[in-house]
């Protein structure tokens, strides 16, 4: 495929997923015992390795592995949305070596895993300002989003270079652009569909691995009423059985979205959102 990269094509999401979904702020959304959507913060990569006495580009080869063991349980689990924080970007102020590394090891991954993702029926998203990659690196994130586009089955979304803050920042800007005569008056309907995870349902569970208990400038905006879960296990060590405590975890907690525990038992919607 030839190198047509655009401004356009690198930062905003496709037209064809752009659409307005229900938010949790506005109306009450529909709980499923197994969430719909889990967001992750693969936290630990570097520490796993340096217990073990290795580099700590050891640690982010084994959490590819354990990327593709969430993957494939989210699929047998019914997940339909898996969205996974692999470059913040703050990630940029690590070590040089280590971001080119990164970096090499992402185009490693994707032309590794794009078949197999294929073949499963899974469609792949990356979500971040492409700007900084290097040209390989951005047709490469084109050519696999575009080959499994049109896939039905779960929606893995990588978050590359990506900040909560620029999201909402360039959201606003691509608002504007299209439509400069809502400047003064937009609404949350309006925005929404021009954030990066606008094409998906709200996160249901939010998981950071490694022991820290913060949100890092993920998702902003999507993880309003999103039920957090932070544990001590270090991603490379995070299997399936580490994401069936967590969803268990999730399982028993009371989604109230700002209603009482009464109204939440007698069934009641209470009223919509400003």
């Not at 047509?4 to 997923?17: A, D, E, R, V």
């Not at 692999?86 to 070590?95: D, I, L, T, V």
């Not at 991954?109 to 390989?136: C, P, Q």
Request: hydrophobic fraction near 40%.
């Amino acid at each position: 495929m030839s190198s047509g990269l655009t401004q356009s094509t690198i930062l905003t999401p496709l037209s064809k997923y752009m659409t307005n979904l229900p938010s949790s702020t506005r109306t009450i959304p529909d709980v499923t015992r197994v969430p719909r959507h889990i967001a992750i913060i693969m936290d630990g990569n570097g520490r796993w390795a340096k217990k073990r006495f290795m580099p700590r580009i050891m640690g982010h080869q084994r959490g590819v592995e354990s990327l593709r063991t969430v993957v494939k349980t989210c699929q047998d689990m019914g997940v339909e949305y898996l969205t996974a924080f692999a470059f913040s970007s703050e990630n940029w102020r690590r070590p040089i070596d280590e971001v080119s590394f990164l970096m090499s090891l992402f185009l490693k991954m994707l032309e590794r895993e794009i078949a197999s993702l294929h073949k499963n029926n899974i469609r792949l998203r990356i979500i971040g300002d492409r700007t900084r990659f290097d040209e390989k690196l951005q047709q490469t994130m084109l050519d696999a989003e575009m080959l499994t586009a049109d896939n039905t089955g779960l929606t893995v979304t990588i978050a590359a270079n990506y900040g909560g803050r620029w999201d909402m920042m360039h959201a606003v800007r691509s608002l504007l652009l299209d439509k400069p005569a809502l400047a003064t008056s937009f609404t949350e309907v309006d925005l929404q569909p021009y954030l990066s995870m606008g094409d998906a349902p709200e996160p249901d569970l939010f998981i950071r691995t490694g022991g820290e208990k913060r949100i890092s400038n993920f998702m902003l905006w999507q993880l309003a009423y999103t039920e957090l879960y932070f544990t001590d296990t270090l991603w490379p060590a995070f299997g399936r059985h580490a994401l069936e405590l967590a969803i268990a975890s999730y399982q028993h907690r009371e989604r109230r979205f700002g209603r009482t525990s009464e109204q939440l038992q007698a069934g009641e919607k209470g009223e919509p959102g400003a």
